[in-house]
């Protein structure tokens, strides 16, 4: 309840703060990019339950791409404009109204598409005990995934193999971890990385 207090807290404030950012993101979204605005994609969150994740659009439209399945290091329908809110996470503001209505907590393992959790569906379970987040070390360790995963000759392979087993580590020592300063932490460094974008 602490945690859930915290978040509803801060997501507040920052929603209210950030509501100039969000309009004029989305103005420009609108002007260079047209219609529409935001990207849902289905992810799995608590107790394995999907639910829409929301994003600031990056990417040309492609039919059915909110049911499809995350592409690793596919970098080539990303616009300019969508390489810079990617580069500095301004795409991600939107999630703040998932941590609002209770899909997502501010600090938690990423939620991943259904593809993804059914490679290792054991260790998702026990990750899928709390809610996903937003942010998480994880996130801060894989900052520049994209440009990792572009740069392998697999990346479909390296991200099954490498890099997501990596993660669900790190998801499940924080969540043996976790607590209010520790969340708090991952707040203060997460934003400290997105302004040294």
């Known amino acids: 309840m602490i945690k859930r207090s ?35 994609q289905t ?16 990417m040309t439209i492609f039919t059915g791409a909110e049911k499809s399945e995350f592409e690793p ?3 080539s329908r990303i616009t300019s404009f969508g390489r810079f ?7 991600e503001l ?23 959790v ?3 569906p054991e260790r998702w379970a026990i990750v899928h005990g709390i809610r996903p987040g937003v942010t998480d070390p ?12 572009a740069g392998t000759q697999e990346p479909e392979k390296v991200y099954r193999d490498e890099i997501l087993p990596h993660k669900l580590a790190l998801y499940e020592e924080y969540i ?11 707040i203060l460094k997460t934003i400290s990385s997105v302004l040294k974008s």
Do not use: C, H
């Open 6 to 40: 915290f978040d509803l807290m801060i997501t507040l404030v920052g929603i209210t703060i950030a509501s100039p950012v969000f309009l004029f993101i989305a103005v420009l979204i609108r002007f260079f990019m047209g219609p529409p605005v935001f990207f849902r």
């Open 43 to 58: 992810r799995v969150g608590k107790d394995g339950r999907e639910f829409s994740l929301i994003k600031f659009r990056t």
């Open 73 to 75: 290091g596919n970098l």
């Open 85 to 91: 809110l990617r580069k500095t996470k301004l795409d």
């Open 94 to 116: 939107p999630q703040l109204f998932n941590v609002l209505i209770g899909d997502m907590s501010l600090v938690g393992p990423r939620p991943e598409v259904k593809k993804w």
């Open 118 to 120: 059914e490679v290792y």
């Open 138 to 149: 994880a996130s801060l360790i894989y900052r520049k995934e994209e440009e990792i995963l």
């Open 176 to 186: 043996r971890e976790r607590n209010f300063f520790m969340d708090f932490s991952i």
